[in-house]
């Protein structure tokens, strides 16, 4: 034995030849974090001073090699003054470094996942092999950072710059037959023959048969690269980077002008480069905002799972309403692995949803996705029908009719008669309170809101809704269900528009006002999504929606708090009604819809609804973008906050990550939890406050003004 940590413990296993073997004691997987840099370090030290070593051979005995550094760490590390994070990262560094500079060859022997810290970690040894199940990359710009254990400075000068750049800013990880394409593997051998392999390899490297010290050299060397070629190289991919990530997200086009930077440098230089642009960007609010969802994506995960535990078996689900939503959710229930009946009462409407169905399928097909024997296998999986018995063995029945109270407490209230007790009945209705449909059931505790998102197969958001007699086991299934279905669940408590509708009526009525006091609509929309970050501003996300729906699901909003939302005479959103301008769906909203000459969607701004909006609108102000920003957002982040004073919503992390997955909120900043946070409470509640006089939606709750008084924050101090 040559050394033995924590996680992870070198020795002697034939002659002149170690192992290090990284084996977590705890957790499922061996990471980078702190304790275990500290270990490896101590083990490297030992290693330096066997002058009977010939070779090292890296392995791991979990399933994985190394998932990465520990995220839970970051936002605490990220948060240290600037001197001693760059401390934290020379440490690390000199750490690989010593590894890559022992005096023997070095291989990795990798097994499943070995991403960001672990591929850096790879990296800094001679040779890598890998079985077929191995995965790599460098995911760090998808947090708002970049590799800082040498990834930037190491990966280009063993795959070449052009391959580096993809796999940085992209930040996709690649199995093992494409990284052996790529030259990052060695070799891929079955899993079973992953250490002999190793072995035999290392022996050849020992015996001088592979020239190790040469591709050691490059990686000490700068890029071989000419001035042309990497002028060509640089500039080509910063322009793709550039309009690829947008402004707000400024990671990939960092970490291909720290590669650029360094292109002529050895590795000391080289990596002082990465730390430097490392931290700049570790300390940005977007790395702080994406590595937040991160960390609450992976609460939700945790809640799920525990919900799992006290959940029923569901099987074998039914969808009523075989519409854009049913078709929708039976579809993806099926590609789950769990068969829907998808009961309709028009014929016409079911060979739509298997339509539908099949369209996805095909995309999947075409693209590689999926074979054609799955293809089949989900199709079938989807039970078409017209009447009752076919759901009558269902776990789960997910109600998904028209949006009208009265049908679909009818609706309901049949199935509850066709169904077993212990079946689940769920409800996908938008707005409609989950203990008003409950009202006349005989099993309300077997009964809540299941509300998706459209499009359903690409929107991971479900609110799982809790009436007032739903029971914890209801909850818990369906909770359970929509994470089986590949979704991420947000369980929120009753009322009209439950969380995520709740607080985007109030942006809604904040645009309507706006267009009232004379702005214009395509500036709204311009500034919302460029500046903001909006994936749609508000008129385009209306169009899309379809102004009917936004005018019907105003109204109830309206009805359920009268206090802030109802209003006095017309606003846009009924002009456009009234006009029968219902949006992207009949070609004319605010916007009017055509094809340009390659069949591609294409909006105008029309000019028959500025027409139609000069009836209620006031002429023209020019605002500037930040008076937009906050007459739109403020109504929204006021009532977010409501709905956690209220319990609507548990927690900061549970209503930034329904907003993140449900509406599109700007990942780069993190939700609005996360963005007040950002702010300073403080400055929002002046900020606030100027607005005031526009009415009871444009003012904070007391507990916001407490908290911002007592100078606290949503989330407190993390990592
Ligand atoms: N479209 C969206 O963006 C969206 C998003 C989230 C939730 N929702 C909600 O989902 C529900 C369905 O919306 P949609 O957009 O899919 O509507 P849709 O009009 O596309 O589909 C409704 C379907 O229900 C069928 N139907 C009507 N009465 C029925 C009955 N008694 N039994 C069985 N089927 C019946 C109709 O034939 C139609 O096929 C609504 O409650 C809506 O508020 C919609």
Same mark, same amino acid.
């Given at each position: 034995?040559?050394?033995?940590g924590?996680?992870?413990?070198v ?22 974090d ?7 370090d101590?083990? $490297?030290?030992?290693l330096q ?5 010939? !070779? ?8 994985? *090699?190394?998932?990465g550094?520990?995220?839970t ?33 070095? %291989?990795?022997? =990798?097994?499943?996942y ?15 092999v ?7 990359g ?6 708002g950072?970049m590799?800082?254990?040498?990834g ?12 580096a ?5 992209t ?13 990052m ?22 015996s ?7 591709r ?5 060397s700068?890029?071989? /690269?000419?001035?042309?070629?990497a ?9 793709m980077?550039i ?5 707000? +997200? ?10 650029e930077?360094?292109a002529?440098?050895?590795?000391t230089?080289a ?5 430097k ?11 702080q ?5 991160f960390l ?14 006290n ?12 519409? $854009?939503?049913g078709?929708?959710?039976? +579809?993806?229930?099926? #590609? ?8 309709d ?10 339509? @539908? ?19 089949g ?7 078409? #029908?017209?009447?009752?018995?076919a ?34 009945v769920?409800?996908n209705?938008s707005?409609i309170?989950? #203990? ?8 309300? @505790?077997?009964?809540?809101g299941?509300?998706?998102f ?5 929107m991971?958001?479900?609110?799982? %809704? ?19 279905? !590949?979704?991420t669940?947000?369980v ?11 607080v /985007? *009526?109030?942006y809604?009525?904040?645009f ?11 500036k ?5 999504e ?5 994936p ?8 899309v929606?379809? $102004?009917d ?32 301008? *219902?949006?992207q769906?009949?070609?004319l909203? *605010? +916007?009017? +819809?055509?094809?340009?000459?390659r ?10 609804? &500025? ?8 002429e023209? &102000?020019e &605002?500037?973008?930040?008076? =937009?920003?906050?007459?739109?957002? $403020?109504?929204?982040?006021?009532e977010?906050v409501?709905?956690?004073? @209220?319990?609507?919503?548990?927690s ?11 509406l ?16 300073? /409470?403080?400055?929002y ?5 100027q ?12 507990? /916001?003004?407490?908290?911002a008084?007592a ?9």
């Open positions: 034995m040559i050394y033995q924590e996680n992870l413990s020795r002697y296993i034939a002659d002149g030849i170690a192992e290090l073997t990284f084996d977590a004691k705890q957790g499922s997987v061996n990471k980078l702190k304790s275990t840099l500290v270990s490896l101590e083990a $490297i030290t030992a001073q066997q002058s009977a070593l010939q !070779g090292l051979l890296v392995s791991s005995a979990k399933d994985a *090699f190394i998932v550094a520990d995220i760490e970051f936002l605490g590390l990220f948060a240290l003054p600037e001197q001693e994070l760059a401390a934290w990262l020379t440490k690390a560094n000199d750490i690989f470094n010593a590894l890559e500079d022992l005096a023997v060859p070095t %291989i990795s022997a =990798i097994n499943g070995a991403l960001g810290g672990g591929c850096e970690f790879i990296l800094s040894t001679d040779l890598r890998g079985e077929p199940g191995a995965r790599i460098l995911p760090e710009t998808q947090l950072i590799p800082g254990f040498g930037t400075v190491r990966l280009p000068r063993v795959i070449g710059a052009d391959n750049m993809e796999w940085i800013t930040g996709k990880n690649y199995k093992a037959a494409a990284a052996q394409k790529f030259g593997l060695d070799a891929v051998v079955p899993a079973e023959k992953l250490r002999d392999a190793a072995l035999a390899m290392l022996q050849d490297a020992i001088e048969k592979i020239d190790w010290q040469s050691r050299q490059a990686k000490l700068p890029l071989a /690269l000419n001035q042309i070629e002028t060509m190289s640089f500039n080509c991919a910063k322009g980077v309009a690829k990530a947008g402004p707000h +997200y400024p990671a990939p086009i960092t970490a291909v002008k720290t590669m930077k360094a002529r440098c050895g590795r230089e990596l002082a480069l990465e730390g642009y490392f931290i700049g960007l570790a300390q940005s609010e977007v790395a905002a994406l590595v937040g969802i609450n994506d992976q609460q939700l995960k945790g809640l799920a799972k525990k919900a799992s535990k959940a029923q078996n569901i099987n074998q689900a039914a969808v009523l309403g075989a519409g $854009i939503m078709g929708g959710i039976a +579809y993806q229930s099926a #590609s789950r692995g769990v068969p829907a009946v998808m009961k009462i028009n014929q016409a409407a079911l060979e739509l949803g298997m339509n @539908e169905a099949s369209k996805l399928l095909n995309k999947q097909l075409e693209r590689g996705r999926i074979d054609g024997l799955k293809m296998k989900i199709l079938s999986a989807i039970n078409p #029908s017209l009447n009752y018995e759901i009558a063995n269902c776990d789960i029945v997910v109600e998904a009719v028209v949006e009208n109270p009265k049908i679909k407490a009818a609706v309901i209230q049949e199935v509850e008669q066709k169904v077993s007790e212990d079946t689940i769920a409800s209705t707005t309170p989950i #203990s008003l449909l409950a009202k006349n059931l005989s099993r309300p @505790e077997k009964f809540c299941m509300h998706f459209n499009p359903v197969h690409r991971p958001l479900v609110e799982v %809704i809790r009436g007032e007699k739903t029971s914890q086991e209801t909850i818990d299934s369906v909770v359970a269900y929509a994470a089986k279905m !590949g979704k669940p947000v929120v408590n009753d009322c009209p528009g439950f969380f995520v509708n709740r /985007l *009526f109030p809604f009525f904040g309507t006002r706006l267009l009232q006091d004379g702005a214009d609509f395509v709204v929309d311009k500034i919302m460029k500046q903001f970050g909006w749609m501003g508000p008129a385009y996300l209306l169009d929606v379809g $102004i729906t936004g005018h019907h699901a105003g109204a109830v909003m309206a009805s359920g708090f009268p206090e802030r939302m109802s209003k006095d005479g017309e606003d846009a959103i009924d002009v456009m009604y009234q006009a029968e301008r *219902f949006g769906k009949n070609g909203g *605010f +916007y009017a +819809y055509t094809k340009d000459r069949g591609k969607p294409k909006k105008d701004a029309d000019p028959a609804s &500025y027409d139609l909006l000069k009836q209620i609108c006031n023209r &102000y &605002y500037s973008s930040e008076q =937009i920003i906050a007459r739109m957002m $403020i109504p929204m982040i006021n977010v409501r709905c956690l004073e @209220e319990g609507i919503i548990q900061p992390a549970e209503a930034d990550m329904a907003l993140v997955y449900g599109g909120f700007p990942p780069f900043r993190g939700g609005v939890f996360r963005y007040l946070d950002t702010m300073g /409470l403080d400055k509640v002046a900020l606030a406050d607005y005031a006089d526009l009415g009871p939606l444009y003012q904070v709750t007391d507990g /916001l003004r407490a908290k008084a100078g606290e924050t949503y989330y407190g101090k993390q990592g």
